[in-house]
């Protein structure tokens, strides 16, 4: 079995400074780990994942993710937030051989002016 | 170009109907999802097609039939519908492989009233 805990319902952060929204997970065997954002009334959009290699993965508008195999996480980050990023953020993970992909529960960012 | 389309987006209908979702993929690929997200963004997988086969059926009510025409196509019928049923569906799409990241369509909203 696998799972992911995302164990902020909300993040506030003000504009400009760094934000992290945390995420770890549970698999059998190597993870792939995603990272997705969805904006009020939309689907999810693709930001980033981890497949191997490199533990430091940087993806869409400015968001990097570091892989952390001891720790089993997959902290999704920003040097500096911006108010448009504001909106939910969902982690997933999912592992070779197992076609099911498990989402968090997702935490809202709120980026404030 | 839109790559993952739903019709329709909002749904409004009363319990006991049977209803249809409809989702189209123009990115050529060959897995398609159907995601269901509940009133507290909870994110659930709920069917997978590979190449119109069926390859994740999660624990799913048989009132939902999901019929996949071709690989660009995977739609969702709804019999006899119930009020816990309301939620936001989506479709997704991805190349094949565990390790690929999902498209998603923009959500219909179901309501049943």
């Known amino acids: 079995a696998q799972s992911v805990a995302q164990p902020e319902d909300q993040v506030n952060v003000a504009e400009g400074n760094p934000l992290t929204v945390k995420c770890t997970y549970s698999v059998s065997g190597n993870p792939y780990l995603f990272w997705y954002v969805q904006y009020p009334n939309r689907g999810l959009q693709f930001l980033l994942k981890y497949i191997t290699g490199d533990n430091l993965v940087k993806g869409s508008y400015g968001f990097e993710a570091e892989f952390n195999k001891s720790q089993t996480s997959f902290h999704l980050k920003k040097p500096s937030a911006l108010v448009s990023d504001s909106a939910l953020y969902f982690c997933a993970v999912t592992s070779l051989g197992y076609q099911k992909v498990t989402f968090g529960t997702g935490t809202k960012l709120q980026v404030i002016p | 170009d839109t790559a993952v389309s739903q019709t329709p987006k909002y749904l409004v209908t009363q319990m006991g109907n049977d209803k249809s979702i409809k989702c189209e993929q123009n990115l050529g690929h060959d897995t398609m999802y159907w995601y269901k997200q509940d009133s507290k963004k909870f994110l659930k997988i709920m069917f997978s097609y590979n190449n119109k086969e069926l390859i994740i059926n999660e624990t799913v009510p048989n009132r939902f039939s999901p019929k996949s025409p071709d690989k660009a196509h995977l739609n969702l019928h709804i019999n006899s519908l119930e009020l816990g049923d309301s939620a936001v569906y989506f479709c997704?799409?991805?190349?094949?492989?565990?390790?690929?990241?999902?498209?998603f369509g923009q959500g219909t909203r179901l309501t049943v009233v």
């Open positions: 997704a799409s991805s190349p094949i492989g565990e390790n690929t990241e999902a498209f």
